[in-house]
């Protein structure tokens, strides 16, 4: 029930932004799926640390269709690798003491291959894998959360340098505010 009630809020906040921003920034949404930016959602409730990333495939992995060469399976499991090692893409400080307790994966394009036997089923797939998204979801626990005054999204942004600007919805102990990361400022601060 509390991951219910937690995660409610992180659902309207994007919506919530883009009605209190004027009219010429309200094209810029967390939830569009716009290549070079991905958007992170960050909560810090007592000692649980909550984060939720959406971002276009092409931006984690390079192409937004089914891996077709030994070499694109390669990738994909170079990245469904990385991204099962969130404290190394999501670095809070190390006297924080975080460790993870949840990880969750969501992604077409990161699920085992399948065969096709017909031409036309493999064209549907193709275009089906068109703006493909990937979602992570990660829940940390950390046993001194008076330490954890700051996630540092660098690893993040050298794993995935197509990655330019990630939209943080960001709540913590000082209510909630929206950041816009890059690799330039990947700092974020509670």
Not at 49 to 55: F, G, R, T, V
């Amino acid at each position: 029930m509390r991951r219910f009630v937690f995660a409610l809020p992180l659902v309207w906040l994007p919506m919530l932004q883009a009605a209190q921003e004027p009219a010429h920034k309200a094209h810029v949404s967390t939830a569009a799926h716009e290549h070079g930016r991905a958007s992170l959602n960050l909560a810090l409730e007592g000692s649980v640390l909550d984060i939720e990333l959406e971002s276009p495939a092409m931006n984690l992995l390079g192409f937004e269709r089914e891996p077709r060469t030994a070499e694109d399976k390669a990738h994909v499991e170079a990245v469904r690798k990385a991204l099962s090692e969130p404290l190394r893409l999501f670095s809070p400080p190390e006297a924080a003491q975080c460790s993870v307790k949840t990880k969750t994966l969501e992604a077409n394009l990161l699920e085992h291959e399948h065969e096709h036997e017909h031409e036309h089923e493999h064209e549907h797939d193709k275009a089906e894998a068109e703006h493909q998204d990937i979602h992570a979801s990660y829940q940390f626990s950390c046993a001194r959360p008076e330490h954890l005054g700051r996630v540092d999204l660098s690893g993040f942004f050298r794993q995935f340098p197509a990655t330019q600007v990630i939209s943080v919805q960001l709540i913590g102990p000082h209510g909630q505010r929206g950041i816009q990361a890059s690799a330039a400022q990947a700092l974020l601060d509670f």
